[in-house]
């Protein structure tokens, strides 16, 4: 929303506002701190400061223009409404709130800060709280381009989509040359069961005609200054953090063989977390862009000599699109952030798969199309707390109805994607399945004004609301509520992405319905590559038969559920050892044009984090060290760091187990060791560890001398003669060998 502020001023700031409405940012400036210099400290010098440091995209410096305004105006209007949007911009969710929530009490007329407030509630994922505050500030202007789109997509969030692309479509028509509006219309148009690829191919066009429009930056040479050496990969992300792109992210830079690639992380956002420090640890560079202008971005990314830039955001939030106009490197590619094409002529790339985008599909594209072998991506679980995948709480149990008594359906995905068509499509299915339930689990559903909302809908479409259990998705629960669903109903016509693939690797079969989009067709090329081509359908009917079928016979089911960790660790969709080689030749070929390229591969046994290349060999010593020295919180580090290549390897529950030995928790120690023996068979000093371990904890080992003699065909009694094994000796390592506690493990 552009800043108004049409009190009467002194010449000055007539003049500051004027510049702004002609987009002569920095005359504003000058003309604002003329004002100030001539009459004082104001605080409309200071707002005219802010706004135009935010049309600058500096939102670093208006920031700061806000913090000084703040001290000597505490309760102008003007200044919290807009400074609360710079504090949205700039991260700062819980000071936006507070100060927009003093803005909205002190001037509940206020426009731009109920504007505001919308905007910063739908960041926060409170979209029943965010159609009120957009509901609010229509109604003091109903032809407000930005509190209309606010509306819009407050809706969407709630799967309202039938009242949402109208709202959308009228702030387009009120602001036809807004980005962002823009921006959000292709978001939005995902989630429309009318829209077509082309339609969104039309609609990305449109959006690049926009920037095309706007100020270009001096195009430099951006030959690349190299002859020779590593392929320089930039990944330009606004999500470089706790998000569902980091679960494809993270196994991709970890395998990436470092002597072809080198990974350049560009971070669009202010935000970090426990991700975001993965991502820096895995990266040979991490550049943080947010808050700068957009000249400093463009310089920054063309300074840092990049081969290849890939787009990681697409039609989303803050994208790296509109510094990619301004063509940051030889090569610029998208992948993963959006499904269908950016519409930039200035990138020729798009990675895809044919399952995703078979063939005839390049028409819906203005990227040149690289399809994966199998699949567009690999996934890896848990990749925030890469640990917990060795524990008891997210092993596959055996399907809920076994213990219920009737099929549970579900859905993890977020309401957004429950549009009419998912709604018509689920209803079919309950109809069928008299007995099932339908489980939900989306943000918020504990709160009745997201909730009802939904079940007013499931209503309306022959949905008893009685058999529908609504719960709140929290950050513990990622995983768990899987253990209560018998089979996923995905969503049409966006499918699930991640929630795909979490199902599946909890066990949880997933049913979908492929349509003639990417968008519509990312499950479809996650069942493939795991081989259940069969609950794929292309049909409402076969969808409703498929469902039903799977519900007809519990055991049958359960056999299914049981088979699908070991089938999803074993699919193309989990080897991002390969997807990795297939990624470097990729970037190669488009690179050759530019420069020589040499393709000699490095070695793969090891792992590059912390700025250096660690050998499997150096990892397992340091392991034995951390253990050694009981230094047992850079011990889980380390393991975190090698997990993000190797997601299930023995060493780590072997050490986890090690742990909970010396700190006395037997049985989580006990359940350890198992885990690391299933991974590792063969590895006899293990099953003389668990031996020793058993006889310790005086538990049974009945079991155990059963499972060697059939399985192994070796006496536990021959086993136990060798005694309890070392640290070194579980781990193989040579006793004439130095010891070291190390690679950094930070």
């Known amino acids: 929303m552009k800043p108004t502020n049409a009190s009467k001023s002194p010449r000055q700031i007539e003049k500051a506002r004027a510049a702004y409405q002609a987009g002569q940012y920095r005359a504003v400036l000058r003309e604002a701190e003329k004002a100030e210099q001539i009459l004082g400290k104001r605080a409309d010098a200071s707002y005219w400061q802010m706004a135009a440091w935010l049309a600058l995209q500096d939102t670093k410096r208006a920031g700061e223009i806000l913090r000084d305004g703040l001290q000597h105006f505490p309760d102008d209007i003007e200044l919290m409404s807009l400074g609360g949007f710079v504090l949205l911009r700039n991260g700062e969710h819980e000071q936006a709130r507070q100060l927009l929530q003093r803005c909205v009490g002190a001037a509940p007329g206020s426009l731009s800060?109920?504007?505001?407030?919308?905007?910063?509630?739908?960041?926060?994922?409170?979209?029943?709280?965010?159609?009120?505050?957009?509901?609010?500030?229509?109604?003091?202007?109903?032809?407000?381009?930005?509190?209309?789109?606010?509306?819009?997509?407050?809706?969407?969030?709630?799967?309202?989509?039938?009242?949402?692309?109208?709202?959308?479509?009228?702030?387009?028509?009120?602001?036809?040359?807004?980005?962002?509006?823009?921006?959000?219309?292709?978001?939005?148009?995902?989630?429309?069961?009318?829209?077509?690829?082309?339609?969104?191919?039309?609609?990305?066009?449109?959006?690049?005609?926009?920037?095309?429009?706007?100020?270009?930056?001096?195009?430099?040479?951006?030959?690349?200054?190299?002859?020779?050496?590593?392929?320089?990969?930039?990944?330009?992300?606004?999500?470089?953090?706790?998000?569902?792109?980091?679960?494809?992210?993270?196994?991709?830079?970890?395998?990436?063989?470092?002597?072809?690639?080198?990974?350049?992380?560009?971070?669009?956002?202010?935000?970090?977390?426990?991700?975001?420090?993965?991502?820096?640890?895995h990266a040979n560079e991490f550049i943080e862009l947010a808050g700068r202008s957009t000249t400093d971005i463009v310089q920054t990314i063309r300074d840092a000599q990049l081969d290849v830039v890939m787009d990681l955001g697409g039609h989303t939030g803050n994208s790296p699109l509109p510094y990619m106009v301004h063509e940051l490197a030889p090569v610029q590619m998208t992948w993963l952030g959006y499904p269908g094409s950016t519409g930039l002529k200035s990138i020729q790339y798009r990675i895809s798969d044919a399952t995703c985008d078979p063939e005839g599909f390049e028409p819906h594209y203005t990227e040149t199309l690289l399809r994966a072998p199998t699949v567009f991506c690999t996934y890896a679980p848990l990749v925030h707390s890469p640990l917990n995948a060795y524990g008891p709480k997210y092993r596959v149990q055996e399907t809920p109805a076994l213990r219920t008594g009737a099929i549970t359906f579900g859905s993890c995905n977020n309401l957004g994607k429950i549009t009419e068509q998912t709604v018509a499509?689920?209803?079919?299915?309950?109809?069928?399945?008299?007995?099932?339930?339908?489980?939900?689990?989306?943000?918020?559903?504990?709160?009745?004004?997201?909730?009802?909302?939904?079940?007013?809908?499931?209503?309306?479409?022959?949905?008893?609301?009685?058999?529908?259990?609504?719960?709140?998705?929290?950050?513990?629960?990622?995983?768990?509520?899987?253990?209560?669903?018998?089979?996923?109903?995905?969503?049409?016509?966006?499918?699930?992405?991640?929630?795909?693939?979490?199902?599946?690797?909890?066990?949880?079969?997933?049913?979908?319905?492929?349509?003639?989009?990417?968008?519509?067709?990312?499950?479809?090329?996650?069942?493939?590559?795991?081989?259940?081509?069969?609950?794929?359908?292309?049909?409402?009917?076969?969808?409703?038969?498929?469902?039903?079928?799977?519900?007809?016979?519990?055991?049958?089911?359960?056999?299914?559920?049981?088979?699908?960790?070991?089938?999803?660790?074993?699919?193309?969709?989990?080897?991002s050892a390969a997807f990795a080689r297939w990624m470097e030749d990729q970037l190669t070929e488009a690179l050759k044009p530019h420069r020589p390229v040499d393709s000699t591969a490095g070695p793969h046994d090891g792992v590059y984090f912390s700025g250096t290349w660690h050998t499997m060999a150096e990892i397992v010593i340091a392991v034995a060290g951390l253990l050694e020295a009981g230094r047992y919180v850079e011990l889980r580090a380390l393991l975190e760091n090698f997990s993000a290549k190797w997601p299930r390897h023995w060493i780590v529950p072997y050490a986890l187990a090690e742990i909970e030995h010396r700190a006395g928790q037997h049985d989580t120690a006990v359940d350890y060791l198992m885990e690391s023996v299933g991974l590792r068979p063969y590895h006899l000093p293990l099953y003389r560890l668990l031996s020793a371990r058993l006889d310790e904890y005086q538990y049974d080992k009945g079991s155990l001398g059963e499972f060697m003699l059939q399985q192994l065909g070796v006496p536990l009694a021959l086993v136990e003669q060798q005694g309890a094994p070392t640290v070194l000796e579980v781990l193989g390592i040579d006793v004439s060998q130095p010891m070291q506690a190390e690679p950094a493990h930070a």
């Open 425 to 575: 499509l689920w209803s079919a299915v309950l109809a069928r399945c008299p007995d099932s339930r339908l489980l939900i689990e989306a943000r918020d559903l504990d709160n009745d004004a997201v909730s009802g909302p939904l079940l007013a809908r499931l209503a309306l479409a022959g949905i008893d609301p009685a058999r529908v259990a609504c719960i709140p998705r929290l950050a513990t629960n990622q995983y768990l509520t899987y253990h209560d669903i018998d089979i996923m109903l995905d969503t049409a016509p966006l499918t699930g992405g991640t929630t795909t693939c979490d199902a599946l690797w909890m066990g949880v079969p997933v049913i979908t319905l492929a349509g003639s989009a990417f968008h519509s067709r990312m499950s479809a090329s996650f069942l493939h590559a795991l081989g259940l081509d069969g609950l794929i359908c292309h049909s409402d009917e076969a969808y409703v038969d498929m469902a039903a079928q799977l519900a007809a016979d519990a055991n049958q089911l359960n056999a299914l559920r049981l088979s699908l960790r070991q089938r999803f660790e074993q699919s193309p969709l989990a080897d």
């Open 113 to 281: 800060a109920w504007v505001h407030y919308a905007a910063l509630l739908l960041e926060l994922r409170e979209p029943a709280a965010a159609k009120e505050a957009a509901s609010k500030a229509l109604a003091i202007d109903p032809n407000e381009a930005t509190a209309a789109c606010n509306y819009a997509l407050a809706l969407k969030e709630t799967g309202e989509m039938v009242e949402a692309m109208p709202a959308l479509r009228k702030a387009v028509k009120l602001a036809p040359r807004s980005l962002a509006i823009r921006a959000n219309l292709l978001f939005a148009m995902l989630f429309a069961q009318e829209t077509t690829a082309l339609d969104l191919l039309r609609e990305a066009r449109t959006y690049e005609t926009l920037l095309l429009d706007g100020p270009r930056l001096p195009r430099n040479d951006i030959a690349p200054r190299r002859t020779s050496g590593p392929i320089r990969l930039g990944l330009f992300s606004n999500d470089l953090l706790r998000h569902a792109c980091a679960y494809f992210i993270l196994p991709l830079m970890a395998h990436l063989d470092r002597s072809r690639v080198e990974v350049v992380a560009l971070s669009l956002n202010p935000l970090s977390d426990h991700v975001t420090d993965k991502i820096r640890l």
